[in-house]
Each structure stands twice: as C-alpha cells, then as structure tokens.
C-alpha cells in the first residue's frame, strides 16, 4: 500500500517510510541520514551516548504519538508537518533551529528557548501537553534538533526556513471543498481522518487543535503550495492553495486548551 503513495519517487520519502516500516517491527532506532555534503552535520563525530540520545529524538519526530505518547492528544507527528523528519527545505525544517534560539515569540510575547518551542508544539500542534524540561523525551528531541544544527552560524537562518512566502489571498471554500475532493482526499480521506500514522488527519479529532500555527489558513496556504499533494508536489496555484486552506480551516478541529495559553 505505501508503494501507491510515493509515485514521485523520492528518495527521501521511501526513507522516511522505511524508517517508519524500521519503527512498527520494533525498537531498530534508524540513525540520521546525512553526508559530508548535507547541510547538517552527521552524528559521526559524536559520543555513543549523544547518538543513542539522537536516535531517540528522530524516532520521537517521526512517530510521536508513539515515542512520545505521555504527551501527545492526537495521531500527528512532528514531521507529518516538518516534512522528512525536519530537514525538508520550507516545510518549516529544523537544520540550525537550535541556532536560532533563544529568540523573541509573538505568542508568548516574549523570549523563549528551543525547549519552550517544543512544549507549545505539544500543546498545539499535538493536542497534547507541554513535556517537561527534564524528561528523557525533551532531552531526546534537543539532541536531535541539535545534530541538525551542527554546521550553521548562530544567529543565521537556513534558508528553506519556514514556508514560501505569500501574498494573502482571500479562499474560497466553496471551491476548495471540490480541490479537496480531487487533489486531496485520496490520501487524507473525504472524512479528513486520513490513515495514520502513514497519511495524516487534516481535521477532526485526532488532528492538530484551533491553538496550533497550521490553523492559520495563510500559514496552510504557504505550506500546501509547496508541499501537496503530497504526490504531485508544487502543483498548486496560490489561489487552489488558500482555497483549500479555507475548506480546511472550517471543518471541525479539538480546541486549544487554555491552561497551556502560556505555551
Ligand atoms: C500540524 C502541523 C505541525 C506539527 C504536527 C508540528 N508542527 Fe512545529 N510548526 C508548525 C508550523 C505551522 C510552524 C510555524 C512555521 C512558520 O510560521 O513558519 C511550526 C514551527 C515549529 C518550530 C519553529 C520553527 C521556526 O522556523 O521558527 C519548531 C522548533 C517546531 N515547530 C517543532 C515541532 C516539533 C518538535 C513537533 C513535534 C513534537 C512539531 N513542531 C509538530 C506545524 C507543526
Ligand atoms: C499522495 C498522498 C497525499 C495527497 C494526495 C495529499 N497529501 Fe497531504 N500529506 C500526505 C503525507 C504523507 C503527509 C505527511 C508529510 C509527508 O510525509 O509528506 C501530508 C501532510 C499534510 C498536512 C500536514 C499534516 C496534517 O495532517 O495536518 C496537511 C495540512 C496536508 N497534508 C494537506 C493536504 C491537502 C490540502 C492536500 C490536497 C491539496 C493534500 N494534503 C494532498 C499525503 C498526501
């Protein structure tokens, strides 16, 4: 059945599913992939104890609900959104994030750590709680994030960082409900419940909550125009984009808890 969903056939995606393949047989943590030309560093240089750390925080990224269960409401993973466990250039990548903290966040309307970033994650885009500083699965994901900001200058962003950039347009999701039927719904279902963890939900109670930075129809938009269908990558105009971002963003989602609205 995953053979149907990678006829683009990169590369990167039939890793990504391998390692997903790797993690349902059971504990064969996959290590990074990366060459002396990726622009994040190899887990090489490394003690052994970094690496096992390492391992463990991609296994997080990629299956979280399952590595990371204590803390997740929902049935998505860091990388259903931070596309090939976060080094996929603007599907928001991880590759020197860890450079880029501490740093001013609009939400919280002040400074915050890498750390603090994770925990408003897991209360938004997760559905679930902030993980607390000191738990083996926070320390897995900085090690993670941190191999993948080896090579960068602090203070200097990658340059796939975030998403393409876009002018607003206003969606239409009248029209957006058919591009949703044609384009979309044969992997993320007419119900948008999708089959996880292999083809995420995109609405409904196992999808990300009314809190989370995918919520915003113009972030969506800047996402999808890049990033889906998942098989026909950049087929989208800007338009299709928003308009299917606005059918998105009306249907039903679980509500942002507010005890995290510090997060
Ligand atoms: C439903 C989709 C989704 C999921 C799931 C998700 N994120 Fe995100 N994440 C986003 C969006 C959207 C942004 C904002 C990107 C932007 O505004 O450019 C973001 C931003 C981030 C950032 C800051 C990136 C930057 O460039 O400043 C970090 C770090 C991050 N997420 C980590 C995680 C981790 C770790 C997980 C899993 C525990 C996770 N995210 C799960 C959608 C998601
Ligand atoms: C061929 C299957 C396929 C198609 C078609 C497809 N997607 Fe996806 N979509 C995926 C997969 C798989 C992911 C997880 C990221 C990855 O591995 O590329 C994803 C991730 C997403 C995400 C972020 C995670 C989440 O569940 O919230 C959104 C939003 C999304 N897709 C929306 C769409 C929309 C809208 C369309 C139609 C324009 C679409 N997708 C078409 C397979 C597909």
């Not at 399952?66 to 250039?89: E, R």
Request: aromatic letters at 8%; a positive charge; one cysteine or more.
């Amino acid at each position: 059945m995953f053979g149907n969903y990678s006829i683009t056939g990169l590369s990167l995606v039939a890793l990504g599913l391998a390692a997903a393949l790797a993690g349902c047989a059971g504990p064969q943590p996959t290590p990074p992939a990366a060459t002396s030309t990726s622009p994040y560093q190899t887990a090489a240089v490394l003690s052994g104890s970094e690496k096992q750390q390492i391992r463990l925080g991609k296994l997080i990224f990629d299956e979280t609900p399952k590595y990371a269960s204590a803390y997740v409401g929902n049935k998505l993973s860091c990388s259903d959104c931070h596309i090939q466990s976060g080094t996929a250039a603007h599907a928001a990548p991880m590759i020197n994030m860890a450079k880029l903290f501490p740093m001013f966040n609009k939400r919280a309307g002040r400074v915050i750590s890498l750390q603090e970033r994770f925990q408003e994650c897991f209360a938004r885009s997760e559905n679930g709680r902030p993980l607390p500083m000191d738990s083996v699965e926070m320390k897995a994901l900085t090690a993670y994030v941190n191999s993948l900001s080896i090579k960068g200058k602090k203070g200097e962003a990658y340059k796939g960082r975030g998403f393409v950039k876009l002018d607003e347009l206003a969606g239409n999701p009248v029209k957006g409900k058919s591009l949703y039927a044609s384009k979309c719904a044969g992997c993320h279902g007419a119900d948008g419940a999708g089959v996880p963890p292999i083809l995420p939900p995109v609405w409904g109670p196992n999808s990300y909550n009314d809190g989370a930075g995918m919520d915003d129809p113009k972030k969506m938009a800047a996402f999808l125009v890049h990033n889906m269908p998942q098989n026909y990558p950049q087929s989208l105009t800007a338009q299709d984009a928003f308009d299917v971002a606005a059918f998105v963003h009306s249907m039903p989602r679980p509500k942002f808890n507010q005890a995290y609205k510090n997060y």
